[in-house]
């Protein structure tokens, strides 16, 4: 088992990795006491079955460059693949400022495949490499030195059967002119946008049951703070307070530490020090906050959902999904089919490859222009 631990080596690596085709990747990290994920092991593989074809790579030996690796990132006539890629190219974007490409997610092409909902790497590799996979390594520190064979085993299984996984996905793409699907998917993963979490905006992923504008205002500096906190001493969000703390504390408005020991949520080193100071000063702020810098409100002005009509969308993604043989969450979500029953039209489901396998006749239900009919157990669409 080949060991990369230095400059030179995986210079030589990737130099050989330049001449064909594609070259599988992955990472084992570590991430529970840190906001950014600690990379701890990069495998490598390119075309073949000689032990030289694969290698694993040790970003933790000191000296040890990885521009070698990040310059194949960038060659234009190798593809990067990944499986489940999100978090690969969060370590690699945030470490660099690169995203692999070209690049190709077997997760993603599997479920246009037909493999189903989020399909994981262990299914991919027994259905189409018919080879087991031994996941007592599932659980190791991999930071911890040195990795015992079992271990090394484990993490290069992770890009040698992938090789097997992407030629046969990416034949069946091939052979189902399916390819654009998937490059309009990877889209998302491509975007630099997607590995950076802004701390004014952080406020918009908790969820509240309270539309307050002044409310909103206080949730919006508290996220803001414990973002910003978190990013610069590199700790997870939940150890400066978690969510539900975070909507507690909106709620009481401490105003002091006396105010911040009466918290049932908050941490016991939040009431006090730098962090308990950040969120006095965020409630300060929300509080302060000039009436027409409040979060403005979303009014929920769509139209009812006609149940009936979103019922028959669903029996219509069914029957498209299965007939096409793509996981149906890809296609449409159960709050797209909602939208669309009640007169909406802004929805991914609407728009690109979604709109040829399902958008367009969704339409054509809601305008009454066709009909589902049962035809021997299957449902099949009926021209009016």
């Known amino acids: 088992m080949r060991t990369i631990t230095t400059t030179e080596d995986l210079a030589a690596f990737c130099r050989e990795a330049a001449k064909h085709p594609y070259v599988t990747v992955d990472t084992e990290f570590l991430r529970e006491r840190t906001y950014y994920a600690k990379l701890c092991l990069i495998q490598l593989a390119m075309p073949g079955k000689t032990d030289d074809t694969a290698a694993l790579v040790d970003p933790l030996v000191p000296g040890l460059s990885l521009e070698p690796l990040y310059t194949l990132f960038r060659d234009p006539n190798v593809v ?5 890629a999100r978090q690969d190219l969060e370590i690699f974007y945030v470490d660099a400022g690169l995203i692999p490409a070209p690049l190709f997610d077997t997760q993603v092409a599997a479920m246009v495949c037909g493999f189903g909902e989020q399909v994981g790497y262990e299914t991919l590799v027994k259905r189409i490499a018919k080879a087991p996979m031994d996941k007592t390594s599932r659980f190791t520190d991999w930071s911890r030195r040195p990795l015992t064979d079992a271990q090394k085993i484990y993490a290069l299984a992770d890009v040698t ?24 998917e990877l889209a998302v993963l491509e975007a630099p946008e997607t590995y ?24 919006r500096e508290l996220a803001r703070f414990r973002e910003d906190y978190a990013q610069k001493k590199d700790v997870p969000r939940s150890r400066v307070y978690k969510d539900d703390a975070l909507v507690e504390l909106a709620s009481t408005k401490p105003l002091n530490y006396d105010d911040l020991g009466r918290s049932r949520l908050l941490l016991r080193e939040a009431r006090r020090g730098e962090i308990a100071d950040g969120i006095l000063a965020a409630v300060k702020a929300g509080l302060e906050c000039p009436t027409d810098a409040l979060p403005k409100v979303e009014s929920d002005d769509r139209p009812r959902v006609d ?12 029957a498209k999904s299965e007939g096409m043989g793509v996981a149906s969450k890809l296609i449409a979500s159960a ?6 029953a009640g007169g909406g039209r802004n929805v991914p489901a609407l ?34």
């Open 351 to 384: 728009t690109g490859w979604r709109a040829e396998v399902f958008g367009r006749d969704a339409l054509r239900l809601c305008e009454g222009r066709i009909a589902l009919a049962a035809v021997g157990g299957t449902v099949r669409i009926v021209e009016l």
């Open 196 to 219: 950076v979490t802004h701390p004014d905006e952080a406020w918009l992923k908790i969820r509240t049951r309270t539309q307050s504008g002044r409310f909103l205002a206080i949730v």
């Open 161 to 184: 059967h992938l090789r097997r996984v992407y030629e046969y996905l990416a034949a069946e793409l091939a052979r189902d002119g399916r390819a654009k699907w998937v490059a309009e």
């Open 335 to 340: 709050a797209d089919l909602d939208t669309i």
């Open 80 to 84: 990067k693949v990944f499986h489940a």
């Open 307 to 318: 149940s009936a009509l979103a019922d028959l969308l669903r029996v219509l993604l069914k």
